[in-house]
């Protein structure tokens, strides 16, 4: 769809290249309406008489003057429906079914909308699988049937932008969400070139996905997205926080996220992690944005 910005004082037109004269100038079927600003080529209907002649090619329109083509519309994607459930968004010029998450369920309210689900037995999403950084989709089926167990990672991964992330954790049929404020054009784009990018949530507030269970040593406490320690075979998580008992980040060996990895449990994805303490506590993780 192309869009062209209409001298002040002059109508809109809607246009496409169907076959019809109008003042002799311009084969078209078009409609026009006064009021605004805005012109976009596209399918449909028909024009008043006595309004003003306009002259239409692919490249631009005119109206009594030229006017200036704007970029191509990329993309739309948001979930603002009135009530949760699966509606179809167009995502870079496709659509795409995916539950709608409406209300405040524990990350606020508004619409949220799904980018991944992952199953913390399996290691699907491991720190180290191609799709934190890929453009590759994984199950789309699984972004229409809410929080339930099917793994999905969605095209909202490369192509939503937000403010706000919810990240929840289910663990024995109990759901826990906690939200980050960040701005951004794309999870993809704050993940998938592997640089760490810190939050500030704080150690309690990471806690509050498990529940009374979770255990973190008290020291490092790196957060954020990437979120690894210096020593390559320790804690890692690309979404989370990991945590030792030393005075340096070198060898954590507890954490708490999504997309995990390494010491001391490699053979999982998601869920809370820590040597002291014994815990290794694998969890369903949904991660959404708004």
Request: proline fraction near 3%; include cysteine.
């Amino acid at each position: 769809m192309r869009f062209a910005t209409i001298r002040k004082g002059h109508t809109i037109a809607h246009a496409n290249m169907d076959s019809r004269e109008m003042d002799k100038n311009v084969k078209t079927s078009m409609s026009v309406s006064e009021g605004h600003t805005l012109a976009a080529l596209m399918p449909i209907a028909t024009i008043p008489k006595g309004l003003t002649t306009v002259h239409v090619n692919l490249d631009s329109l005119e109206m009594d003057e030229n006017v200036k083509e704007l970029p191509r519309v990329k993309k739309f994607i948001t979930c603002k429906s009135n009530v949760s459930g699966v509606v179809t968004l167009l995502v870079d010029s496709q659509p795409l079914s995916v539950f709608c998450h409406m209300g405040n369920f524990g990350c606020g309210d508004g619409g949220w909308t799904p980018v991944m689900k992952i199953d913390g037995i399996k290691t699907t999403f491991h720190y180290y699988a191609h799709y934190w950084s890929n453009y590759d989709e994984f199950n789309p089926p699984g972004g229409e049937t809410g929080f339930d167990e099917q793994e999905s990672k969605l095209p909202t991964y490369w192509n939503t932008s937000f403010s706000k992330i919810c990240l929840g954790m289910k663990i024995n049929q109990q759901l826990r969400f906690i939200v980050i404020n960040r701005l951004a054009d794309s999870l993809h784009s704050i993940i998938a070139d592997g640089q760490y990018r810190n939050t500030s949530l704080g150690l309690d507030e990471w806690e509050k996905l498990i529940g009374s269970n979770a255990s973190l040593q008290y020291n490092c406490n790196k957060e954020g997205f990437n979120a690894f320690s210096g020593k390559s075979n320790h804690s890692k998580v690309r979404i989370g926080i990991v945590s030792n008992d030393q005075n340096d980040c070198h060898s954590c060996n507890s954490l708490i996220g999504f997309g995990t990895g390494s010491h001391p449990n490699d053979a999982k994805s998601c869920g809370n992690e820590a040597r002291k303490g014994h815990k290794s506590i694998k969890a369903m993780g949904y991660i959404l944005v708004q």
